[in-house]
């Protein structure tokens, strides 16, 4: 069996100053975004808004700046609501205390909806065409934070056979068993694999609405099945049917995003 490296969670120190490589993950998911949605102008329809000086560089920095407070406050409001509405509601102050851990993807992601819909409603736009323009420049992001729940050794992954080649023992886990590093699936499945698909389907024109559903149904499915060999939160355990609450969190994902890829397949694609 492999051992998890145990890195240290701080990458630089400087003095009193620390820098943590969770904190470096995020700066390269931001990074990868931006770099990503200046790509992205280059496809159509936007490349034509580009010319037509409706879309500019300047409008993924704006998207990014509102698409970060939307994950922040949404991924930990979500964790509260999700994961753990009971505790929070009696300690409603620790709501705030974000350096204690705890965010929701599912959170996060309608902290987002809410922020691009803020941001099509300023600038005149239709939402689903900003949330079709930043689809593709989403998963990246996800395998950066993927990285930095392995490096510090959290949200590890269910009991593995031993004889597995890459079954990992992690120490933090405070038991010496084999376990799937399911962090490393995540990372291969909702960011590599999600961003090819993505980044394929979206090089050409589409309907609007289509890029975002496949995203969703992408997302939710490759989620739903790597909650198999996640470790579910342990003050929660499994739900009903045996699932997780990370899993009954993608099925409406997943639904909402089969009636967008049915609802753009109705409409014409933009010329």
Request: neutral net charge.
């Amino acid at each position: 069996m492999l051992i998890h490296p145990q890195i240290d969670p701080v990458a630089i120190a400087l003095g009193p100053i620390a820098i943590h490589w969770y904190g470096l993950t995020y700066l390269a998911a931001f990074a990868l975004f931006v770099g990503l949605g200046h790509l992205r102008l280059k496809h159509e329809p936007y490349a034509a808004q580009v010319v037509l000086g409706s879309w500019s560089k300047q409008d993924v920095e704006d998207i990014l700046f509102y698409g970060v407070m939307g994950v922040v406050l949404g991924g930990r409001i979500g964790y509260c609501v999700f994961y753990n509405p009971v505790y929070y509601l009696e300690h409603p102050l620790e709501v705030l205390a974000v350096w204690q851990g705890g965010m929701s993807f599912h959170g996060g992601m309608l902290g987002v909806f809410v922020a691009t819909a803020v941001f099509a409603w300023q600038r005149h736009r239709p939402w689903l065409w900003v949330t079709d323009f930043i689809a593709p420049c989403v998963p990246t992001g996800l395998a950066a934070g993927r990285v930095g729940n392995f490096i510090n050794g959290e949200l590890w992954g269910r009991a593995a056979d031993p004889s597995l080649p890459w079954a990992m023992v992690f120490p933090q886990s405070g038991a010496l068993m084999a376990r799937h590093p399911s962090q490393i699936y995540q990372f291969l499945g909702e960011g590599i694999v999600l961003f090819i698909v993505l980044w394929l389907y979206a090089r050409k024109p589409r309907a609007i609405g289509a890029v975002s559903g496949v995203f969703m149904i992408g997302y939710g499915s490759l989620r739903f099945m790597a909650e198999y060999f996640r470790e579910p939160d342990a003050h929660l355990g499994l739900l009903a049917l045996g699932m997780s609450m990370g899993q009954w969190l993608c099925v409406p994902m997943v639904l909402v995003g089969v009636a967008l890829w049915l609802r753009a397949a109705r409409h014409p694609i933009p010329a």
